[in-house]
């Protein structure tokens, strides 16, 4: 009797450890420790800004085990507070000798846990490893990580006891750049050159004249370089203008801050008297002038002198020829075109936003339309003195389009052509708009921080007494040459 008992125990522990195939042998249950990590899954990125790779949100780490015919076994979920660390799950009842495929997922939701807050990313067909599907729905990632995704498809040994599994990047990184917002280099609605009339009235004799004239902005012959022609207004009543080789001044146009900048002391090429006439911007301190730089702000349509702009005498008395106070508005005519500036920019791209595997392997396709694109965009009235603003998204890899496009209030007016550019898990890429030129280039490669324009600085020269009590003196003016 006592033989039969421990007999009856034996084979109802071996129910519970044990169960017989259809080939009636024994198949042993057994379990696998793995342990997810996804601690080194930004190493391979290098941000543009150290704030680039901020969190905001928690990381949710979803994992599918799959049995050796490819339907679940067993899936689950936990959350970490960022792209670092690990946690370990048990799978047990594991048979056989086949190999499980395990499926892991990392991306962002928003805090607190909430699995509802619509992350970038959702996984469906989950029943089975060959309809697995990994969704993009939002690529917009501004400057936190909401749009990166790592994963893991490995298999897992029911005999391998432990596991680690290193969650690698699913997708690309890629900065989209905005140059020379401010530029409006070229012809039509992003020009500068052209005619600009103004009237202003000159503060530095009493009874000062009031003048209405014109100018003109060209390009010059290097990159940046303008030439604005005719600026004085009491040289060209002496008719000494450009047509005559004189009252002709170079500058650069900067395009951090949207000004054109003529550099102090420029021969007019005109003389008063015997002695020179010079070029001068100014600036106002207890009562003098003191030379610097003469800077215009370039505006919708119009050039504005931001400081004092006179021409100096350079004789005994140090007088001014004529000053004019800052704010002097030049007007374009030479079309409602000249001196615009687009309302918007943006760069688009078409990209992959579906994830799925064959062989355990991923294979990335999209699901928009042709005319259905992704555009991130800039308005340059809200950064007036940057030159380039960068923005960036997490894109699944393959063959993307891209295209720059131009708005006035708007309306597109320009557009470049669409090119296709191949994105690789786990790169970075540089799209990049010039919006003086309307060119549009793009690169793969490790991006770093640009240096800031250097600001210019002035030195003051000896000081001009302003606002003289003294009549306007009968001139004699002549070009320098005669």
Same mark, same amino acid.
């Given at each position: ?303 504005? +002198? ?72 800039? +308005? ?103």
């Amino acid at each position: 009797m006592m033989k039969r008992l421990i007999l009856a125990a034996f084979a109802a522990a071996c129910l519970l450890a044990c169960q017989k195939n259809d080939g009636g042998g024994v198949v042993v249950r057994q379990s696998v420790d793995v342990t997810i990590r996804v601690n080194d899954v930004l190493s391979g990125y290098t941000p543009y800004r150290t704030s680039d790779f901020s969190m905001s949100d928690d990381v949710l780490v979803r994992y599918f085990l799959y049995d050796p015919s490819g339907k679940l076994f067993n899936d689950g979920q936990f959350f970490l507070s960022e792209f670092s660390g690990e946690q370990t799950v048990s799978f047990s009842d594991l048979s056989g000798s086949e190999n499980y495929t395990l499926a892991a997922f990392a991306y962002c939701v928003d805090g607190n846990n909430d699995t509802d807050s619509e992350p970038a990313y959702t996984i469906s067909g989950t029943s089975e490893l060959s309809t697995l599907t990994v969704t993009q729905e939002d690529e917009n990632a501004y400057t936190e990580l909401w749009s990166f995704l790592a994963y893991a498809m490995t298999p897992i040994s029911p005999s391998a006891g432990t596991v680690t599994v290193n969650l690698a990047s699913a997708v690309s990184l890629v900065y989209l750049s905005w140059d020379n917002i401010h530029a409006n280099k070229g012809g039509g609605p992003s020009s500068i050159y052209g005619d600009y009339t103004a009237t202003a009235k000159d503060i530095y004799w009493k009874d000062g004249e009031t003048f209405t004239w014109t100018i003109t902005v060209e390009e010059g012959s290097t990159s940046g370089e303008v030439i604005v022609k005719n600026l004085s207004p009491t040289l060209l009543k002496y008719d000494l203008d450009a047509d005559h080789n004189c009252n002709i001044f170079t500058g650069t146009y900067d395009e951090a801050s949207g000004t054109i900048v003529l550099p102090r002391s420029q021969n007019t090429g005109a003389n008063s008297g015997g002695y020179a006439i010079y070029l001068e911007g100014g600036r106002e301190d207890s009562g003098y002038i003191y030379f610097e730089d003469l800077v215009l702000a370039v505006g919708n349509g119009t050039l504005t +002198t931001v400081n004092y702009m006179g021409t100096f005498v350079d004789n005994e008395a140090g007088d001014f020829l004529e000053l004019f106070a800052p704010g002097v508005v030049f007007t374009s005519t030479s079309g409602t075109s000249v001196g615009k500036e687009a309302s918007q920019y943006l760069t688009g791209y078409h990209n992959n936003d579906i994830m799925r595997f064959q062989n355990n392997q991923p294979v990335f396709s999209c699901s928009l339309g042709e005319i259905n694109n992704n555009t991130y965009s800039l +308005t340059p009235s809200r950064y007036p003195n940057s030159n380039s603003i960068y923005g960036w998204v997490f894109l699944f890899p393959g063959d993307t389009r891209i295209f720059g496009r131009s708005l006035m209030d708007g309306n597109v007016y320009e557009t470049t052509p669409t090119q296709i550019l191949s994105l690789k898990a786990a790169k970075q890429y540089a799209i990049d708009l010039d919006c003086g030129s309307m060119e549009l280039k793009a690169w793969e490669g490790t991006l770093s921080g640009k240096s800031l324009l250097s600001k210019r600085s002035f030195q003051p020269t000896v000081p001009i007494p302003a606002s003289a009590d003294f009549p306007r003196p009968n001139l004699s003016i002549t070009k320098a040459s005669e």
